[in-house]
């Protein structure tokens, strides 16, 4: 049984930081891509940033680039994304996921944690 369980949430001043961290278990995510997504209400869910479990390349949405960092540690079988220089814009429930590679979608996902950035 696969599980990713988000933490790290809560609530940050604009310009703040927070570490979310994703728990990943029930098997190797060699060869895996992990994702983070976030979905604000009203709003429609968007991709954030990803991770290839290997080699640790990594990709960013364009709404965070300069700002979020995605990291896995391997030995704790954990993704982390760093959120510096928070925008109220940034406010959303936070998604870890992952997706084998050779899929096309997203197969597992975590319960999410919320973010909220204040004004």
């Known amino acids: 049984q696969v599980q990713l369980v988000e933490s790290g949430g809560g609530l940050v001043q604009t310009g703040g930081s927070l570490r979310l961290s994703c728990a990943a278990s029930?098997?190797?995510?060699?060869?895996?891509?992990m994702g983070w997504f976030r979905q604000a209400p009203g709003k429609e869910r968007e991709f954030v940033a990803n991770?290839?479990?290997?080699?640790?390349?990594?990709y960013y949405a364009d709404s965070v680039k300069g700002r979020f960092t995605i990291s896995r540690d391997i030995a704790e079988n954990t993704v982390h994304l760093q959120m510096s220089s928070l925008k109220p814009e940034d406010t959303a429930v936070y998604y870890c996921?992952?997706?084998?590679?050779?899929?096309?979608?997203?197969?597992?996902w975590g319960q999410g944690t919320q973010v909220t950035v204040s004004s």
């Open positions: 991770t290839y479990w290997n080699s640790g390349v990594t």
């Open positions: 029930g098997r190797s995510f060699s060869n895996y891509f």
């Open positions: 996921a992952s997706r084998r590679l050779e899929s096309l979608k997203y197969n597992y």
